[in-house]
């Protein structure tokens, strides 16, 4: 499990392709391999990794499947590539963002950069059926680190978009300040977020049967969804 909380920007030092995989090798920022042993999980832009191997005192060696590639934003790395980097929770941590699994559910896209004075703000645009976990005051996880979306809108056919806002210090712990419009970016949704809405999409489902497509293109018609219906309660300010 990781906490969300970026730890440290790596840098891609040699790539290897090898039959059904591709190894990266990561050089740290200093500290943060101290103790760090072969087998340890490390999120790599969100993506949880296994050290395969360490090389010195501040890089390691990890092996990415031709999966892990095609649904993520690794396969685009290269030598000199930087990433946000954290390493597994310990027992007792303190969670400063929200549990994250390491386990990336969709890429997005940068659609938009706003610079008001002191912040950054992301608008990320959502495939289709992915909005429908992603709410305004929620929690997302935007290559590795724990974000609150700040505004979320609807599209029809469930696609969408989301903000973030980035204040100084996430710009410099992360890789954010290097991203531009079109950048992909991994994303893992909230996962009791998810639940709750499956849940209650199930349950409304279950209850309306044949009625359910005409109460969804009556929502429609209001610029609303099933799924707004199915919103979690947002965290109290």
């Not at 429609?220 to 099933?226: E, L, N, T």
């Amino acid at each position: 499990m990781f906490t969300g909380i970026v730890q440290g920007i790596a840098t891609v030092t040699a790539v290897t392709d090898r039959p059904g995989l591709r190894s990266y090798r990561l050089a740290f920022p200093a500290g943060f391999a101290s103790g760090l042993g072969v087998g340890a999980s490390v999120a790599v832009d969100g993506v949880c990794l296994t050290v395969t191997a360490l090389q010195g005192e501040d890089a390691a060696d990890f092996d990415v499947m031709q999966q892990s590639l095609a649904l993520t934003t690794l396969a685009a790395l290269h030598e000199g590539s930087r990433v946000n980097v954290e390493r597994a929770a310990r027992d007792g941590a303190e969670i400063g963002g929200h549990p994250l699994s390491g386990h990336v559910d969709f890429m997005a896209t940068l659609a938009a950069l706003r610079q008001p004075e002191n912040n950054r703000v992301l608008r990320i645009a959502v495939p289709a059926p992915w909005m429908r976990y992603v709410f305004a005051k929620g929690y997302i996880a935007i290559n590795g680190a724990s974000l609150t979306v700040a505004e979320a809108g609807r599209e029809p056919g469930g696609s969408g978009w989301f903000e973030v806002w980035l204040i100084p210090e996430t710009l410099r712990m992360t890789t954010f300040a290097d991203k531009g419009v079109a950048a992909a970016l991994n994303i893992e949704i909230e996962r009791s977020t998810q639940v709750f809405v499956d849940t209650v999409r199930d349950a409304i489902e279950e209850r309306l049967g044949p009625l359910l497509p005409a109460l969804e293109a009556l929502l429609r018609q209001q610029g609303r969804s099933v799924e707004e219906l199915a919103a979690p309660l947002p965290p109290p300010v």
